[in-house]
């Protein structure tokens, strides 16, 4: 690959990356309205782990109408590592905006007060639970965007080594 189709794919991958974002970004709307309408969560649970899927076809388009039906496995993987990366921190980006000056941690208030029923109904012993809570509630606005950030990108590694062998394509080379 030579600097100018390395640009391009970075390019291409930037576009991407602010789609999935948007698709993340209504995803997560979704999950937070579902506190109070579950078919939001399930919705919004469920374009969540469609991600994988946008994102395969994202690089097939990229494959076939630019790089003429040719993709190298690092170039695929390179194109859904950056894809990951641009969406996560644009995602990041929202959801800081979101938990500082939006939610004033009714979000994670809730979550926090279901995950305490369940764990309760397991046995869990009671102070240990108390303890994590504090730990949760004591975190800043900055630190969730930046835990959700980087929890996507290592998933984005880990999704990008299979989304990178589905989506490469060599050509046939032309006897002369």
């Given at each position: 690959m030579?600097?100018?189709?390395?640009?391009?794919?970075?390019?291409?991958a930037?576009?991407?990356?602010?789609?999935?974002?948007v698709?993340?970004?209504?995803?997560?709307?979704c999950?937070?309205?579902?506190?109070?309408?579950?078919?939001?969560?399930?919705l919004?649970t469920t374009?969540?782990?469609l991600?994988p899927?946008?994102?395969?076809?994202?690089i097939?388009?990229?494959r076939?109408?630019?790089?003429?039906?040719?993709?190298s496995?690092?170039?695929?993987?390179?194109y859904s590592?950056s894809?990951?990366f641009?969406?996560?921190l644009?995602?990041?980006?929202?959801q800081?905006?979101?938990?500082?000056f939006?939610?004033?941690g009714?979000?994670?208030?809730t979550?926090?007060?279901?995950?305490?029923q369940i764990?309760?109904?397991?046995?869990?012993?009671?102070?240990e639970?108390?303890a994590?809570?504090e730990?949760?509630?004591?975190?800043r606005p900055?630190?969730w965007a930046?835990y959700?950030m980087s929890?996507n990108?290592i998933?984005?590694?880990v999704?990008s080594?299979i989304?990178?062998?589905?989506?490469?394509?060599?050509?046939?080379?032309?006897?002369?």
């Open positions: 030579n600097p100018t189709e390395y640009i391009q794919l970075r390019a291409f930037r576009n991407d990356g602010a789609y999935l974002a698709l993340w970004i209504v995803s997560f709307a999950i937070c309205m579902g506190m109070k309408t579950p078919f939001l969560g399930t919004g374009m969540a782990f991600s899927f946008f994102i395969c076809r994202r097939q388009s990229f076939d109408h630019v790089r003429e039906g040719e993709l496995y690092w170039n695929g993987y390179i590592m894809m990951f641009y969406a996560s644009l995602f990041a980006i929202i800081y905006a979101y938990f500082a939006i939610d004033g009714s979000f994670f208030a979550s926090l007060d279901q995950a305490r764990l309760l109904a397991n046995k869990y012993p009671e102070k639970i108390n994590a809570i730990e949760y509630r004591s975190m900055i630190d930046l959700f929890m990108i998933i984005g590694g999704a080594i989304i990178a062998a589905i989506t490469r394509k060599k050509t046939k080379e032309k006897k002369i």
